[in-house]
C-alpha cells in the first residue's frame, strides 16, 4: 500500500481545476459514488470508458469522489478519470439557503454520501445549522 495525495496544496484556500490547481480548507469528509454519463449529476460527463465501469447497456460510468469542506462552505466533486475539481454547491458564504446547487448556503458541512441506489442525491451534514 502507497500513500498519495489526489489532489489540492499545501496551502490552503478555494479554487477549482486541475489536481494540482485546486485548493481546499479544512476538507472534513469524503465519498465515492459512480455517475452515469447519461443524467449524471452537476454536469458530470461521459465516463471513462468500459475498463473504468463501462457496462453491457452501453451507458459508461465515472467514478467520483465528493468532498465537503468545512470552511470553505462547499461541496467539491473530483473526477478520478482526469483529476479535475468542480464546486458541487455552496458559495463560500455562511449561512441557510435551500434551492439551486450554485445558491446554497451552508454553515460549516461536516458529513457527506451518496445515495448508492440514485447516485444523483447527495445528502450532506449541515454542522451548525443542526440539519440534513
Given at each position: ?56 447497456s452501453g451507458r459508461k460510468y465515472e467514478r467520483v469522489l465528493f468532498c465537503v469542506e468545512f ?37 460549516q458541512i461536516s458529513s457527506i454520501c451518496v445515495d448508492p441506489i440514485n447516485p444523483g442525491c ?11
Open positions: 500500500m502507497e500513500w498519495i495525495e489526489i489532489c489540492g496544496q499545501e496551502t490552503g484556500g478555494y479554487a477549482d481545476g486541475t489536481y494540482d490547481q485546486a485548493r481546499f480548507k479544512h476538507p472534513c469528509d469524503l465519498c465515492i459514488s459512480q455517475e452515469s454519463g447519461l443524467g449524471a449529476v452537476a454536469g458530470a460527463g461521459a465516463g471513462a470508458g468500459a475498463g473504468a465501469g463501462g457496462s453491457a470552511d470553505n462552505e462547499r461541496v467539491r466533486r473530483i473526477a478520478l478519470s482526469d483529476g479535475s475539481v468542480t464546486t458541487l454547491a455552496g458559495s463560500g458564504v455562511c449561512g441557510f439557503q435551500n434551492g439551486d446547487l450554485s445558491g446554497a448556503a451552508f454553515y447527495v445528502f450532506v451534514g449541515d454542522e451548525l445549522n443542526q440539519i440534513l
